[in-house]
């Protein structure tokens, strides 16, 4: 619709609340992008949803709230504004054991593919999201998929590189790289990456907390 904004944005994430505030108040500010929707594995963002998407500014006259039905229940809600901006959160649950089976992963990614597919994105932003997607998928969201990783990449790939780099694995590569995503693992040409440097770790905050806490806290 005419005075809408541009790009659709799909973040898909776990827990990511934080991302996409900064994309709301970014499209609020400057108007070049929509947050569409906010695909998670679980419903632990349930009951700050609503006084987040508040924060859109074309969302607070909000006209409804449709619930979004599959053959196990409701899985979340497509919102409607009298201004015709749209967004949709949804969960996409996902046995943690099993992913490491191709037909399990398939059919997931198969899955999420359609539920992307219902937002209409232009552009799919990926931000702890713990699995690694089909080729299927990516295949078909080929360019659109960005991904931002905690690391200077090449470097650093795969699990929990904080931690690692934390650890003493590489540490002059923590920070994060934001790139787009194609079928190698955190592959893909670099769009932006910024080198973070570790904070000192306090030795008197270790003994307090014990090493255990203390690293997860870190991380």
């Known amino acids: 619709q005419e005075g809408l904004p541009g790009k ?120 702890n999201f713990k699995v690694v997607l089909h080729p299927d998928f990516v295949k078909t969201f080929e360019g659109k998929i960005v991904n931002v990783h905690p690391s200077v990449l090449p470097h650093l790939k795969g699990y929990r590189p904080e931690s690692r780099a934390d650890q003493g694995e590489s540490p002059e590569n923590s920070g994060y790289t934001m790139h787009l995503v194609d079928t190698d693992l955190d592959g893909g040409p670099t769009l932006f990456q910024q080198h973070v440097p570790l904070e000192a770790r306090n030795s008197d905050e270790e003994s307090r907390l014990g090493t255990s806490e203390y690293n997860k806290r870190r991380e």
């Open 8 to 127: 659709r944005i799909l973040l898909i994430g776990d827990r990511e609340l934080l991302n996409l505030q900064a994309l709301i108040d970014h499209s609020n500010d400057v108007g070049e992008i929509q947050p569409v929707g906010l695909i998670v594995p679980g419903g632990e963002l349930d009951l700050d949803i609503i006084p987040t998407l508040d924060r859109l500014k074309d969302m607070r006259r909000a006209g409804s709230a449709i619930p979004i039905e599959e053959e196990s229940g409701a899985t979340g809600f497509h919102f409607q504004s009298d201004r015709g901006v749209d967004f949709t959160f949804e969960h996409a649950p996902y046995d943690g054991k099993r992913l490491k089976e191709d037909d399990y992963r398939k059919k997931y990614c198969g899955d999420l593919t359609q539920k992307a597919k219902n937002t209409k994105p232009d552009v799919i932003f990926l931000s």
